[in-house]
């Protein structure tokens, strides 16, 4: 699996109607969309996806933002997925990302940064499970 992460287009993007954008830029950059959909995670799904920052301060906030509207699920196919796509994110803060990424053209703030990308292959293959059964991915 290790040509291929997950990703979200969080609640902040989608609601600023930036979905279009950020679907061009991952294209533009040379990933294949393996799997996309739009859902509205409950509270519960939303901690269950982020159980590894369950103990963190942000927990309450970050699981509440991203259970507050639609966001958009992917698996990305490209080599070296994983790092790939957090390159094309930027650093998780906004203020912080380098020109060019997504994070620093379309994040608002450290908790609304409009997008989510996995860590390590091992993760984007429990993350892609997660929203994915095997028949929705292509
Ligand atoms: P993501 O997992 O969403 O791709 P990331 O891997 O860059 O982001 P993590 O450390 O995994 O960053 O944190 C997960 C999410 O929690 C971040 O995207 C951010 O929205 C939020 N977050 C992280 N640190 C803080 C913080 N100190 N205050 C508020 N929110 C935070
Ligand atoms: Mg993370």
């Known amino acids: 699996m ?7 287009i969080k609640p ?3 609601k600023a109607g930036t ?4 679907i061009q830029r991952i294209t533009d950059d040379g990933f294949r969309i393996r799997a996309l959909k739009l859902i509205h ?3 519960k799904q939303a901690e269950g996806f982020y159980a590894v920052h369950r103990e963190r301060p942000f927990f309450p906030g970050l699981t ?9 699920v992917m698996a990305l196919e490209k080599t070296g997925a994983v790092p790939a796509w957090r390159n094309l994110m930027g650093a998780t803060d906004p203020a912080k990302a380098d020109e060019g990424t997504l994070r620093k053209a ?3 703030s450290l908790g609304e940064n409009a997008v ?12 892609i499970a997660y929203f994915f059964s095997q028949i929705e991915i292509v």
Not at 64 to 72: A, Q
Not at 116 to 127: M, P, R
């Open 106 to 108: 379309f994040g608002g």
């Open 116 to 127: 989510h990308g996995s860590d390590s292959d091992e993760n984007a293959a429990i993350e």
């Open 64 to 72: 509440e933002f991203m259970s507050s509207g639609p966001c958009v």
């Open 12 to 14: 902040d993007a989608v």
């Open 2 to 8: 290790e040509n291929l992460t997950f990703g979200i």
């Open 19 to 22: 979905i279009g954008s950020i």
């Open 41 to 43: 995670m409950t509270l």
